[in-house]
């Protein structure tokens, strides 16, 4: 199981961490996105993408959702009977997914962890999803969390990363484009792009969804 630590102070709205450039830019922590009503990104149902790839069987042996919020996506995949934990900063969205989790009698671990400290969780996965993470970090920050995610993903393990993609009208916030996930995710880092495609993200204020980049990803 994931050790609990201590609690923050309790006027420390980011739990002793560091804020993150989004929440430095809003000046808020990803929880207070889950305070009044479903967060834009919530869309009560797991992104139709990671549903695409869990049919085509790219989900096996243990699997981490860096950046869970409520659940859907973690949720789905445990309900295929595999091994999951989901991850998040934001102790809202875990009370949540943890109450979904019950009502649906699904299997899975919903635990609170720092996205750029993942090595804290003493464990490795075969399977790791970020769905929406990756873009909300700044240049400054990706090459930690792309160190952070690979202290937790095992040798020949596979990462999928859904992301704002920079390519096509009505993009969503922080847009990323191909070359810098090729940056990010580079051998020097321990990883191999083996396919970046085009697709969606659906949130609330996207009918169709906003342009995406479901990239795949091995760890060397």
């Known amino acids: 199981m994931v050790s609990e630590r201590s609690g923050p102070p309790a006027d420390d709205p980011f739990g002793g961490r560091e804020p993150t450039s989004h929440e430095r830019m809003t000046g808020l ?4 996105s889950y305070h009044e009503g479903r967060a834009p990104w919530d869309i009560d149902g797991p992104q139709p993408a990671i549903v695409r790839v869990v049919s085509e069987g790219g989900f096996a042996g243990a699997v ?11 949720l789905h995949v445990a309900a295929l009977g595999l091994s999951v934990v989901g991850v998040d900063v934001a102790e809202t ?16 671990e919903f635990a609170a962890a720092d996205a750029l400290r993942l090595e804290t969780l003493g464990r490795r996965f075969a ?3 970020d769905c929406g993470l990756f873009h909300t970090f700044d240049a400054g ?6 160190a952070s995610l690979a202290s937790v993903t095992e040798p020949d393990g ?11 009208p ?13 940056a990010a995710f580079n051998p020097g880092a321990g990883w191999t792009i083996t396919d970046i495609q085009p697709d969606r993200i659906h949130t609330r204020f996207h009918d169709d969804g906003a342009p995406a980049w479901l990239a795949t990803v091995t760890r060397s």
């Open 127 to 129: 399977t790791v999803l």
């Open 170 to 182: 009505d993009a969503g916030p922080h847009p990323v484009s191909r070359e810098e996930l090729r």
């Open 93 to 108: 969205a875990l009370a949540i997914a943890r109450a979904k989790a019950e009502d649906r009698r699904i299997e899975i």
């Open 29 to 32: 922590p990803w929880d207070a």
């Open 158 to 168: 596979i990462l999928y990363v859904l992301c704002f993609s920079d390519d096509g």
């Open 64 to 74: 981490l959702d860096a950046g869970c919020g409520t659940g859907e996506n973690a």
């Open 141 to 146: 920050e990706r090459p930690g969390y792309v």
